[in-house]
Structure formats: C-alpha cells, structure tokens
C-alpha cells in the first residue's frame, strides 16, 4: 500500500535527476522514481502511477510535449499532474506546456524553495483530489444514508476548495512577494462592493475568497517580464494578458466554483468593451469579474511598486470617476464613492 506520494522524474541529463532527486528526498516526503526518456516515462507510469511527474521537454527522441500529449489522451492517464522543466524560455513555450495540460513549468537552473514550494503545491492539489473521489465513490454506495452524507460531502466539499484555494493563493504569493497583501485587501474591498451592491451572505463569502486567486495565473508568466521595472513593451504587455487565460485553466475544474474561474479570467474586461482578454462589455462580464476589477485598481494605485509610487487618495479618486461608464460599471463607481470611508479602513487595517 502506497503511503508516501510518488514524483516520477523524467531527464535525459542524469545530473539533474539526480539533483532533483536529492532536494525532493531531503524531507522524506516522497518517492521519487528516475527515468531517462520519454517512452521509459511511459513504461513506467503504465506500471505504476505516480502522483506527479517532473517532465524535461528538451529530449532526444520522445520530447516532453509529445510525452505530455500521449498521457493527457488516455483516459486512465489523463489526470496526472504534469510539472514541466526546462531551459527552454519564451512565451510561446509556456503556452503550449499549459496547452497540454501541464499545471506549472519551472526553468533551469532550478531555485531550490521555488521547486520545493510549486511541488508541495501540486501535491496538495493532487492529494486533495484523491480523497474528494474517494469520498464521492462511498457517496454512491451507500444511498441509505444519503442525508448524513450528502451534509458529509457538503463539509468535505467547502473544506477541499479552502485548501485549493490556500494553496494556489500561496503560489501566488511565491511568485508575486512585492505584493503580498494586494490580494487580501482585493478580497476584502470586493466583498465591501458586494455587500452594498445587495449580494447575498454566500455570495459575499465566495467572493472574497476566490478574489485572492484574480492573479494566480502569474506563476505561468517568466520572471523577466513579470518582475520588470518600468512600463512593459507591447509585445511584453501582450505576453502578460496571457496570465488570466493561464489561471482560469488552473481553475478548468467541474469541482471549483465557477465563479473563482470568472474572476481569474474576466478581472481585466472593461465596461466600454476595451478591456482583456475577451473583449466584454457592459453587463456581459460578470458581475464578480466586476467588482474585483474595481477592487484590483483601486489597491494598484495606492500601492508602491518597483515602477511608481503610490498614487495619492485624491489621484486614485479621478482616475476611477473618469473611469465610470468606460473602466468600470458605473453602478460600481457610486458605491466606491459612498462607502470610500470603509475602503480607507480596510486598507490601512491590512496595510504594512
């Protein structure tokens, strides 16, 4: 009987599976399984599924993204985590290892925390899955007790997307430490909107917590764009929209709430249409994507960032009010004005 999860690592260069190997067995955490080649990689997965595989693209013969295609067109393959490794660099390159399903894609030279955080990261996720099924397989079979039980997976249901939610909010904050308590605040400004907007308590609860992952799709964005000081190039503004496409993938999921996908892939939709990645206007972006578009830019612009000071209160306020009707929704606009006392608490409460 399995009782650790298993990492299979699969490199053409032994010494980075052995490296690998050694920093993922430091805490005895895993078993971890070496193979050289891409058909090796599936000889071994049909022999024993692991929970997650470390896979290099770069490799003769069989490279990773043909591996990956194999793996994700068999059903009983299909759902293995796949973390891609690679020297290769580029945007295009990112996009087609989401494309085939990867969940994440480190760079060579590894960074040891960043690589032991994305897999425990992944693990979590995997682990989590795991026992959902296995909970909902009891649930089928044992339909004389379905009240107690559908309650059971009511609980276990709310307890899992919390960890999911934890758990891709905290690759975030990895990815993204300049930041770290814009997404608190984001979530707790979002909520503000709701609640005035007339939202009911569930909603309201949702949004604040799935607001945090409005930006989760940055782990997918290399640091050399993402952490650039000063304005992005065109091209390099082009490749950062791809963040909300790559987060809403992360959240492609029938168990996770639609509305945690809206928010990762509708937060940047404008109201007059201008907006990304899908263009929307008006009242056909929805209306959670709404709220934490206003939310997102009010704490941008008084937030410091390693290309601007942050922007005084009275300068926030005219660009959201030239903003109303083009930016953002006009209904949304007046509630930031009424309740503008409150946004100030919270974000001095959440500040530093």
Not at 147 to 153: A, E, F, M, N, T
Request: hydrophobic share 40%; with cysteine; charged share 30%.
């Amino acid at each position: 009987m399995k009782t650790k999860p298993v990492i299979l690592i699969v490199d053409d260069v032994a010494t980075n599976r052995q490296y690998l190997a050694m920093i993922l067995s430091e805490n005895d955490s895993y078993e971890i399984r070496l193979v050289s080649n891409g058909q090796d990689a599936l000889d071994q997965v049909d022999k024993e599924k692991p929970d997650l595989i470390l896979l290099d693209i770069m490799m003769p013969g069989m490279d990773g993204y043909e591996v990956a295609g194999r793996l994700k067109k068999n059903i009983s393959t299909s759902d293995i985590p796949i973390l891609f490794i690679t020297a290769v660099t580029g945007t295009e390159n990112i996009v087609k290892a989401f494309e085939l399903g990867g969940v994440d894609y480190i760079n060579k030279p590894f960074n040891k925390q960043e690589l032991l955080s994305r897999v425990s990261v992944h693990i979590g996720l995997r682990m989590a899955r795991i026992e959902l099924e296995e909970k909902n397989l009891i649930l089928k079979n044992r339909e004389l007790q379905l009240v107690q039980l559908v309650d059971d997976k009511t609980k276990r249901l709310e307890g899992t997307t919390m960890a999911l939610v934890n758990a891709l909010e905290n690759a975030n904050l990895f990815n993204d430490t300049d930041t770290g308590n814009h997404i608190s605040r984001v979530g707790a400004f979002a909520a503000l909107f709701a609640r005035e907007y007339g939202c009911d308590t569930d909603y309201i609860k949702r949004i604040k917590l799935y607001s945090s992952l409005h930006d989760v799709g940055k782990v997918g964005i290399p640091d050399v764009i993402l952490k650039k000081p000063g304005k992005y190039a065109p091209e390099e503004f082009i490749a950062m929209q791809e963040h909300v496409v790559i987060g809403s993938r992360m959240l492609d999921d029938p168990e996770i709430d639609v509305m945690a996908k809206n928010i990762t892939l509708y937060h940047h939709e404008k109201w007059d249409g201008s907006g990304y990645v899908r263009g929307l206007t008006g009242e056909d972006i929805p209306l959670e994507a709404r709220f934490v578009a206003l939310a997102d830019v009010y704490d941008a612009l008084g937030t410091a960032r390693s290309y601007k000071d942050p922007y005084s209160e009275d300068k926030i306020d005219s660009i959201i009010f030239e903003g109303e009707g083009s930016h953002f929704d006009p209904a949304l606009v007046k509630i930031y004005k009424k309740i503008k006392p409150e946004l100030l608490e919270i974000k001095n409460k959440l500040s530093g």
